[in-house]
C-alpha cells in the first residue's frame, strides 16, 4: 500500500507539472489580451511596454517562463504576481480558500445525507410511487442549472429580496472562525443549490447500481441465511453499489475545490472559483495558472483518497 | 480613458440594456432632469444632487457592486470605480463637483496661473493640510513635485502621465520616483511646472485627476522600485489627504472607508463627507446586486444593473434610478489599410449603415441616442459642434442609413454598380459579449450591402483591445465595439487621444482608425493651448467636424449611464465620472 502511495504521489507531480504546462502554452497560444499591454494603460509609449514586459519577465523565451514559474512554485511555494491586483496570487488563493472549502463540504453533507437515502429507498421500492417521485424529482434537479437555481432561491427565500424571508442573502458570507453562527446561516442556501443536483444524481446512480447488486447470488445467498432485509441491504447490497459513487465523490469534491464558479458569483461568496473567473476575464496568466494548479492539485488528490479508500471499502480491491 | 475603462463603457452600457424603445433621453447632466421624448418620460428619476436638507452627518454608507478595483494607489487609478474611492481618500489639486464641470481648488488655494505662453502653470497649495496617520504631517509643495515623479515613474504605470503633462524633463521610462526638472517648488506652498509646450489651459483641466493628489515626498521611494509599486499592493499603508482612509482592503471583494482624523471640513471647503464610514462589497453578481439594491434602503451600486432589473427599475422603482451621459460609440474604420484608406468608401460603408440599430441592440433610446458626430452631449463645445444635428453630412444624416448616398460615393471612389469589386476583404473585431456579436453583425450588414467581403473575429473585450483594435500591426479594418469616455469635461480629452495621429501608439492604440491627419492633428493642438472658453470650444468643434469629413469611424451612439439606489439612501452623481461621489452621497 505504502508503495502505491508514493508511486501515485509521484504521479501527481508530474500531472500537475503537465497541467500548468498546458496551461502555459494554451495562454500564450490563443488570443488572449497581452498583459503587459493590460498593466501598461492607456497609449503607452513602447518604452513602458517594453519595461513593463522586462519586469513582468515577458521579454523572455516562453520556455525560461515557464522554467522560472516551475521554479518559484517548486522552491518558494510562489505562484507569481496578479497582473490585475498587484498583490501574490498564493495569498489570493489562500484568502479565498476558506470559503471554497466552506460552501463544498458544507454542500457534500448535503447531497449525501439527501442522495444516499433517496436512492436506497428508491431502489429497494422500486418502481413505486415513492420510487417514481423521487426519480422525477431527482430528474428535474439534475436539469435546473446551479445559476438559475440560484437565482430561483434568492428571489423565492432571501431575506433581503426574497419572497419569503427565510435564508441570508447574496453578499452575506461570513469566515467561520468571524462568526460560525453567521457562517451557517450564509451558507445554508448555496449549500442547498449548490448540493441539488449531486443529490439527484448520486441518488439515481446509486438507486441503479443497488439494483443491480440486490439480484446478485450473493444476496440471495444472504437472505437464504435468515438475514434481516436491512442487514442485507446496507451491509452486503450498498456496501458493493456505493463504490461508483465513491469514485465520482473524489472526482466531484476535487472539482468543487477547486471552484464553484456559478455557485460562488450568484451568492457573492468570496472563493476560488470566483478569483478563477476574473482571472480568465482580465487575462491574468498568474491568477489563471495559481487557480488551476490548485484545482487540479484538489482533484488528483481527491483521486488518490477515493483509490485509497476502495481499499477498506471494497474487500475485493487490494493494492501491490 | 485607460483600457479598463474603455472595457467598462461596454459594460455598463451592456448592463444598461433595456428592452424599451421608441423613448428618448435628456441630455442633461443631471437624472433629476424633467425631460420627456419619444414617448418616455425622465420625470421622477432619483434626484442625484445634493441636497444639504436631505442629508445628515453621520452613518455607515453601504456600496454594492459587482465589478472590483483595479488600483487605488492615486498614481496608478484609472478606472471609474477606482475613482470612487480615490477620490474619497484623496484631494487633487482641482476637482469637478457634482454641481460643476469647472475644477475648482481642492488642495490647490486658487485658480492655476497659467503664463500668456501657455507653457507655464502655477498652482498654489493651501497651508496646512496635512496627511493621514501615521504620516500626520503637513503637504507641501514637495509632496506635489513628488507625486509627478510617481507618476512618470514606470513602475506606477500611470496611465495619462506624458498624454496630459508634458512637462519639461518628464521622463519617458523613468523606475525610480526621479524629480523632474520642469517642476520647481520656489516655497512650501507653491509648485510652478513648465511645460515642453502651450499647454496650460489643458493641463489645468487634468490637475483634477487623481494622480496630482500629493504624495509623501521620499515615503514611496521604495515601494516604487518594485514593478508593479508595492504602494499600490496594500492600499492601507498609504498616506491620505481625504476625508476617508481605507482601513481594510480585499482585491476585488471588499474595501472599508473611515474617517480621516486629519482632514479638514473647512479647509477642504467643498466635500461634505456625510458618512462615518463606507462599506463596499463588490464581485456580486450583477442582477443580485442591483436587486438587494432596489429592494434596500441603504444601498448604493457602483455599476449599472442588467436589462431586466433596469427595466423594472424604470417601472416600478424610477426614484431610485438615475440615468446620465456617459460616453460614445462609434465603429472605427481604419483609414491605412484597404479597402478603407479610400475616403469615399469610408464615407460610403457609414452612409449604408443603419446606425438606429446600434441604439437597439443596446437597448433603445433610454441608454442613448443615435450620434452624428464625436463631441458627446455631457463634453463642453458639443453645443457648437452642432448638437444633436451635427454637422450636417449627408452620409451622417439619416440614422437608418441611405444607399443613395451610399451609392453616390462608392461611385465617386469608381465603382459605378455602387458595389465594391476590389479585392480587400473587411475584417472586423468586437467583442465576443453583448451587444458586440449584435454590433459586428450590424455593421456586416451595411457593408455586405455595398459588396464587401467580410469577416467577423469575436473576442473577449480585453483581447479586443490589447492584441486587435489597440494593436496597430493587426491592421483591423472596423472596430464596431469600441467606445470612449472622457478623461475630464473638455473637448481635449473626448478627441485627443481617439482621433489624434500624436496619440497612436503601437500597443493599446485607443486611436483604432489609425487617423492621422494633419488637419484634426492641428486643429486639436490649437485647440488645447486657447484659454478663452468660447474660442477654445470652437476650435474643437472644427476639430471635431474635420474628424467627420475624414470619416474615420461610423458614429453609433451617445450613451447613457443608468444606476440605481435604496429607497432611502441619498446618491450624488459625479457627473464627469458618470458614477457617484461617496464623499457626497450619505446613508438613510
Known amino acids: ?320 | 480613458m485607460r483600457l479598463s475603462r474603455l472595457t467598462l463603457i461596454p459594460l455598463a452600457v451592456v448592463a444598461c440594456a433595456i428592452v424599451v424603445t421608441a423613448c428618448g433621453s435628456s441630455s442633461s447632466n443631471s437624472s433629476s432632469s424633467t425631460s420627456s421624448s419619444g414617448g418616455l418620460s425622465l420625470n421622477g428619476l432619483a434626484n442625484t444632487k445634493p441636497n444639504t436638507s436631505a442629508q445628515h452627518m453621520g452613518g455607515t454608507l453601504n456600496m454594492i457592486s459587482a465589478e472590483g478595483w483595479e488600483h487605488l494607489d492615486p498614481a496608478a487609478s484609472y478606472f471609474q470605480i477606482d475613482y470612487l474611492v480615490v477620490y474619497a481618500t484623496q484631494s487633487p489639486l482641482y476637482t469637478f463637483t457634482p454641481t460643476s464641470d469647472n475644477p475648482t481648488p481642492l488642495l490647490a488655494s486658487g485658480p492655476p496661473q497659467i503664463s500668456a505662453d501657455g507653457k507655464t502653470v502655477t498652482v498654489h497649495i493651501k497651508s496646512g493640510w496635512k496627511f493621514s496617520p501615521p504620516v500626520n504631517r503637513a503637504v507641501t509643495s514637495k509632496d506635489v513635485a513628488w507625486a509627478f515623479s510617481r507618476m512618470f515613474n514606470t513602475n506606477t504605470q500611470n496611465g495619462y502621465a506624458s498624454g496630459y503633462f508634458p512637462i519639461v524633463g518628464a521622463p519617458s521610462s523613468a523606475t525610480t520616483d526621479k524629480p523632474i526638472s520642469g517642476i520647481s517648488t520656489p516655497n512650501d506652498t507653491t509648485v510652478v511646472f513648465h511645460l515642453t509646450k502651450p499647454f496650460g489651459k489643458t493641463m489645468a483641466e487634468a490637475l483634477t485627476l487623481p494622480a496630482t493628489s500629493a504624495a509623501p515626498a521620499g515615503l514611496t521611494t521604495a515601494a516604487d522600485k518594485s514593478s508593479p509599486s508595492k504602494w499600490d499592493s496594500d492600499p492601507t499603508t498609504q498616506a491620505f489627504t481625504g476625508p476617508y482612509m481605507i482601513k481594510s482592503y480585499s482585491p476585488g471583494r471588499n474595501v472599508t472607508l473611515v474617517r480621516n482624523p486629519n482632514w479638514s471640513r473647512s479647509l477642504d471647503g467643498i466635500r461634505p463627507a456625510y458618512s462615518d464610514k463606507i462599506v463596499w462589497n463588490a464581485g456580486a453578481d450583477a442582477t443580485v446586486a442591483a436587486r438587494q439594491t432596489l429592494d434596500s434602503t441603504n444601498l448604493l451600486m457602483a455599476d449599472g444593473p442588467p436589462a431586466s432589473v433596469l427595466k423594472t427599475a424604470y417601472q416600478t422603482k424610477k426614484t431610485q434610478l438615475s440615468i446620465a451621459p456617459l460616453g460614445a460609440y462609434y465603429a472605427a474604420l481604419n483609414v491605412t489599410v484597404p479597402p478603407f484608406n479610400n475616403l469615399n468608401l469610408r464615407k460610403a460603408a457609414i452612409a449604408a449603415q443603419d446606425r438606429s440599430a446600434y441604439l437597439l441592440a443596446r437597448g433603445g433610446q433610454l441608454v442613448g441616442h443615435v450620434s452624428t458626430h464625436f463631441i458627446y452631449p455631457e463634453v463642453p463645445g458639443f453645443t457648437q459642434a452642432g448638437g444633436n444635428a451635427g454637422f450636417g453630412e449627408d452620409y451622417v444624416a439619416n440614422p437608418k442609413g441611405d444607399m443613395k448616398v451610399a451609392c453616390k460615393y462608392m461611385k465617386l471612389a469608381g465603382y459605378p454598380n455602387c458595389k465594391y469589386t476590389g479585392s480587400a476583404s473587411v475584417t472586423i473585431v468586437g467583442a465576443n459579449s453583448d451587444p458586440g456579436p449584435q454590433e459586428m453583425q450590424i455593421v456586416q450588414n451595411g457593408l455586405n450591402a455595398l459588396g464587401f467581403k467580410t469577416t467577423i473575429k469575436a473576442v473577449p473585450q480585453q483581447t479586443m483591445y490589447s492584441k486587435f483594435c489597440g494593436y496597430v500591426k493587426a491592421h483591423i479594418n472596423v472596430c464596431p465595439t469600441a467606445g470612449w469616455i472622457e478623461d475630464f469635461p473638455d473637448p481635449y480629452a473626448a478627441l485627443f487621444v481617439p482621433f489624434s495621429g500624436e496619440a497612436i501608439v503601437p500597443i493599446n492604440n485607443a486611436n483604432w482608425a489609425n487617423l492621422n491627419d494633419p488637419k484634426v492633428n492641428k486643429l486639436i493642438d490649437q485647440g488645447a493651448g486657447i484659454s478663452n472658453l468660447s474660442q477654445r470650444y470652437q476650435v474643437f468643434a472644427q476639430a471635431d467636424k474635420a474628424i467627420v469629413d475624414s470619416a474615420a469611424a461610423i458614429p453609433e451612439i451617445w450613451a447613457n449611464n443608468a444606476l440605481v439606489e435604496g429607497s432611502k439612501v441619498h446618491g450624488v452623481l459625479d457627473p464627469w465620472n458618470d458614477d457617484w461621489n461617496l464623499s457626497f452621497s450619505s446613508p438613510s
Open chain 1, 1 to 320: 500500500m505504502t508503495r502505491y502511495i508514493i508511486r501515485r504521489l509521484l504521479w501527481v507531480i508530474v500531472l500537475l507539472v503537465v497541467v500548468s504546462a498546458v496551461t502555459f502554452v494554451i495562454f500564450y497560444t490563443l488570443p488572449s489580451a497581452d498583459p503587459a499591454a493590460l498593466r501598461a494603460g492607456r497609449s503607452p509609449n513602447p518604452a513602458l511596454i517594453a519595461s513593463i514586459r522586462h519586469n513582468l519577465g515577458l521579454d523572455k523565451p516562453i520556455y525560461v517562463q515557464y522554467w522560472r514559474y516551475v521554479k518559484g512554485v517548486i522552491l518558494h511555494f510562489n505562484f507569481g504576481y496578479s497582473y490585475q491586483f498587484s498583490q501574490p496570487v498564493r495569498t489570493m488563493i489562500f484568502q479565498r480558500l476558506p470559503a471554497t472549502i466552506s460552501l463544498t463540504v458544507g454542500a457534500m453533507v448535503v447531497w449525501l445525507l439527501v442522495g444516499l437515502p433517496v436512492g436506497i429507498i428508491s431502489a429497494v421500492r422500486s418502481r413505486s410511487l415513492l420510487d417514481r417521485f423521487t426519480m422525477g424529482a431527482s430528474l428535474l434537479a439534475i436539469s435546473a442549472p446551479v445559476y438559475w437555481l440560484g437565482l430561483v432561491g434568492l428571489y423565492l427565500f432571501a431575506n433581503d429580496i426574497g419572497k419569503v424571508h427565510i435564508f441570508d442573502g447574496s453578499g452575506t458570507y461570513t469566515g467561520l472562525t468571524t462568526n460560525p453562527g453567521r457562517w451557517f446561516g450564509s451558507l445554508l442556501l448555496p449549500w442547498l443549490v449548490l448540493a441539488a443536483s449531486f443529490a439527484a444524481f448520486y441518488a439515481r446512480l446509486l438507486r441503479s447500481n443497488l439494483i443491480e447488486t440486490m439480484s446478485e447470488d450473493y444476496i440471495r445467498t444472504a437472505r437464504a441465511k435468515g438475514l434481516r432485509e436491512r442487514r442485507v441491504i446496507l451491509r452486503h447490497g450498498v456496501r458493493s453499489a456505493i463504490t461508483p459513487i465513491v469514485t465520482v465523490l473524489g472526482l466531484d469534491i476535487g472539482i468543487l475545490m477547486g471552484g464553484a464558479i456559478l455557485t460562488e458569483t450568484v451568492f457573492n461568496i468570496p472563493g476560488v472559483g470566483r478569483l478563477a473567473y476574473e482571472g480568465i476575464i482580465n487575462a491574468d496568466l498568474p491568477v489563471i495558472q495559481g487557480t488551476v494548479l490548485f484545482g487540479a492539485f484538489f482533484i488528483v488528490i481527491a483521486n488518490l483518497v477515493v483509490d485509497i479508500g476502495y481499499a477498506f471499502i471494497d474487500p475485493r480491491i487490494r493494492y501491490t
